[in-house]
């Protein structure tokens, strides 16, 4: 069930950000410019949650405190998709951590 939900938790922003990608491809127009594909392209495969509340966010003004905030948390999640496996497994791995004999 833990596997389960981590690939959930791992493709469902990607899956979410590729349909919004192609459905609603003035938006990202809008927030990344026209001819800009790398940076959304990197953002989904890289850092997905981070995208898709900068999307979700963003407004010609500009993001407001809550928009931020909400930002550095998704960027935190992202982050911790990629350090949580090795948190989570060293006590499995013997180098990871010290013996006393």
Same mark, same amino acid.
């Given at each position: 069930?833990?596997?389960?939900?981590?690939?959930? +938790?791992?493709? $469902?922003?990607? #899956?979410? %950000?590729?349909?919004?990608?192609?459905?609603? =491809?003035?938006?990202?127009?809008?927030?990344?410019?026209? +001819?800009?594909? $790398?940076?959304? #392209?990197? %953002?989904?495969?890289?850092?997905?949650?981070? =995208?898709?509340?900068?999307?979700?966010?963003?407004?010609?003004?500009?993001?407001?405190?809550?928009?931020?905030?909400?930002?550095?948390?998704?960027?935190?999640?992202?982050?911790?998709?990629?350090?949580?496996?090795?948190?989570?497994?060293?006590?499995?791995?013997?180098?990871?951590?010290?013996?006393?004999?």
């Amino acid at each position: 069930m833990n596997c389960l939900i981590a690939l959930f +938790g791992l493709i $469902l922003p990607r #899956a979410v %950000g590729v349909y919004w990608w192609l459905t609603d =491809t003035t938006r990202w127009s809008q927030v990344f410019g026209s +001819g800009n594909v $790398l940076i959304p #392209a990197l %953002g989904i495969v890289f850092v997905p949650w981070t =995208t898709l509340m900068y999307l979700f966010f963003w407004k010609p003004e500009g993001i407001d405190l809550l928009g931020w905030i909400v930002i550095i948390i998704a960027f935190i999640g992202d982050l911790g998709t990629y350090g949580g496996g090795f948190l989570g497994n060293r006590q499995r791995v013997e180098s990871y951590y010290r013996r006393d004999y």
